[in-house]
Structures are given as C-alpha cells and as structure tokens.
C-alpha cells in the first residue's frame, strides 16, 4: 500500500500528553488555515510505500507507548490510517489521531473498528459560527499562499461537530484544542465563545480543552509571519476566558510545554 506521505518525529513527548509517541505526518487538507505551518504537506506530494512506515514504528517500539498520526489531515487516506492503526496495535502501541474533525464517517469507522485509543480535534472557532470558521480555516481566503479547497463553512462545523459528538459517545479519550494566533484568532472573546461552543455542543464542562501557542513564524500566509506570539501568561489569561463555560482547560506553549490550568491558583 502507498501512502502520501510527509515526515515523522521517532520519539515524541508533547503530541500526545503523558505518553511517549512515535508521530507520522501525512499530506493533505481539506482546509487552509493561513497560519498553517505544515503548508508544505497540503500542496507537494510523495508517494511511500508503508512498510516505510511500519519500519519506522518497529524502530521506536522499543522507546514509545503509542503512534500518532497527524498531519495534513490524516482522515483524507482513511486506508493507510487503518493498515498503520491495526500494524501499531498488532504490536501492542495504543493510537492517538489528530485531526480537523471534517471526516466524521471515517471517525465512526475507525472506532467501530477499535483502531483508535484517543481522538485530538481541533476547533478552530466557536462551532456556531460558520463565518469565523470559514476565516479560520482560509475558506475562500484570496491572499491564501494556496488556493483555498472550496468547503463548505456550515458543513465544517456540522461535520467538526458530529465528530466531537461521536468520540464523546463512544467513551474515548477526547481532547479539542484551539491554536491561537494574535489579531487572527483566539483574543479572549473568541476563546470564550469558543468554550461556549463546546459546552453547549457538549452539555459538558469537563471536556479537555486546550489552547495552544500558535507560532506564526512558518505561518502559510507570508503576512503573518511576524505576529508575535501569545506569551504564556496571555495564555493563561486566554485560559481564564475559556473557564467561564469549561473545567479542564490546558495551555500549550513552547516555553512550558503542556499546563494543566489551575483555577485555585488564579
Ligand atoms: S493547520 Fe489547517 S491547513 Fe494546516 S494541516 Fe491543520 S487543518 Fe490543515
């Protein structure tokens, strides 16, 4: 089997919090999100064969818990997903899968079928606005480096939405994260009404919820390159926001790594 394949990091301790990964990075996206910084991996194509692959994950068993896939996004080579999720389990790997949430049949697929131990979904705005997710994700966007893919904004997030709901149903390990980028996405306001979102999707306050420091450095959109970062304490204060609807709330930052937020100590 052939898969349009990027790269992989052999040993991971930040892609999947608390376990140590082997992560594969496959090409592909039905999105463009201008700060995207795996742009390469949505327009140029390579062809592997998987027992690439497969040798790569025989060579990290020794040191890793898990794979992750990851790209790109993953759910557009639903196969070559499902031979990797069933060769990591042969071998006793547990496996996490990051994705956008747009291929919600191929979610309930890969859990009918046991392959997936963790699903890690993005958010990229508040799952009742299909305008802002549209921005978010360079629907339509003109100044895009690459031209946008011609999905449907209100699809998105029904679909981002049946996806959430269908891990949640399964009793699966879930987490959703927003990447926040300063002036674009993810100012207090959005990231309140992005919790919101969740909650009211949900009915739930526990959901784990995590926002992550987007680095605009590699950013798609040449513009965006020299936004400055979110500093970790302007996470926290972007944690805060999202407090008002949800408990389990976490900062991702390249300073800190992964943060549990701490209410008590605010
Ligand atoms: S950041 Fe957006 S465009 Fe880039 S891989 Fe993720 S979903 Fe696709």
């Known amino acids: 089997m052939k898969v349009n394949y990027g790269s992989s990091i052999p040993i991971s301790t930040v892609d999947w919090h608390g376990r140590v990964s082997v992560v594969f990075f496959l090409r592909k996206c039905p999105f463009r999100c201008p700060y995207c910084q795996n742009h390469e991996l949505l327009v140029e194509s390579k062809m592997e064969d998987i027992a690439v692959l497969e040798k790569a994950i025989n060579k990290s068993r020794p040191f890793v818990s898990s794979i992750v896939v990851s790209g790109g996004e993953p759910f557009m080579q639903k196969k070559a997903c499902q031979h990797l999720a069933r060769f990591a389990k042969d071998n006793g790997l547990l496996v996490g899968i990051h994705t956008c949430g747009y291929y919600p049949e191929v979610v309930v697929e890969m859990i009918y079928e046991g392959l997936v131990d963790k699903f890690f979904i993005d958010v990229k705005s508040p799952l009742n606005d299909p305008g802002m997710y549209s921005r978010a994700i360079g629907c339509c966007e003109t100044q895009a480096a690459v031209e946008c893919t011609g999905v449907d904004p209100e699809e998105v997030v029904k679909n981002v939405s049946e996806s959430i709901l269908t891990v949640m149903r399964s009793g699966l390990e879930l987490e959703l994260r927003t990447t926040v980028i300063r002036d674009f996405i993810g100012d207090a306001d959005d990231v309140s009404r992005i919790a919101a979102s969740i909650s009211e999707l949900t009915g ?52 800190s790594g992964n943060e549990k937020v701490q209410w008590e100590s605010f």
């Open 204 to 255: 739930k306050r526990d959901v784990t919820y995590v926002i992550q420091q987007g680095i605009p450095e590699h950013a798609m959109l040449e513009s965006m390159r020299d936004i400055r970062p979110y500093s970790r304490d302007e996470m926290l204060g972007l944690a805060a926001a999202a407090h008002g609807f949800l408990d389990d709330v976490w900062v991702r930052t390249k300073e």
